[in-house]
């Protein structure tokens, strides 16, 4: 059985069906006060549903209103659980999930930290360059990258610094928004 692949049974006992895992992007607008936070990511603790990646912030000052973008997996059953339940928590006023209502632009930001002397460093350099990631911070021992774009892309610029000399990595999580004229 491929690995992110999980047997979900029916009401028939006889009966099993595999249902692939899948990663989506969900955005929930909520109210901007105390708490909500933690209701909301109580709500996948609770449950036991894991979070990938999740980014907050104050979208509508005037209506009080912030945006959740949460990344998480599960089968199509499981995602719908989700967000049938985050739809229900009272401070929840839109729950939509971007991996399957249309095109969606999703990035994320991170600074990533290489040390290196030598033919290391110019590797690490020219790297970068390719990847399109800036120079934020330069020593004679290391240097600080800053790149944005796709998780995959990071994912890949990440582990061609292993062998340069990694030191660490900081991200911020995903932020995605829909195309087109309307909001969420």
Known sequence: ???????????????TTAEQVESRTLC????????????VIG?????????????VSETEHEKHLSRITV??????????????????????HRVVDLTSGGPALQRELAMVKV????????????LADAFRARVIDASTESFVF?????SEKIDSF??????????????T????????PEGM
């Open 71 to 92: 990344v998480t997996r599960g089968t199509p059953m499981v995602i719908e659980q989700i967000k049938n339940q985050l739809d229900r928590l009272v401070p929840v």
């Open 146 to 150: 800053e790149i944005t774009g796709a």
């Open 43 to 55: 709500l996948f603790s609770g449950r036991g549903y894991n979070i990938d990646s999740l980014t």
């Open 115 to 126: 040390r290196g002397k030598g033919e290391h460093r110019v590797e690490a350099l020219r």
């Open 173 to 180: 999580g995903v932020v995605a928004i829909s195309r087109g």
């Open 158 to 171: 990440v582990n061609l610094m292993l062998p340069l000399g990694l030191v660490e990595v900081s991200r």
């Open 1 to 15: 059985m491929p690995a992110n692949t999980t047997t979900a049974t029916t009401h028939y006992p006889a009966k």
């Open 28 to 39: 929930v607008l909520v109210d901007n006060e105390p708490g909500v936070l933690a209701r």
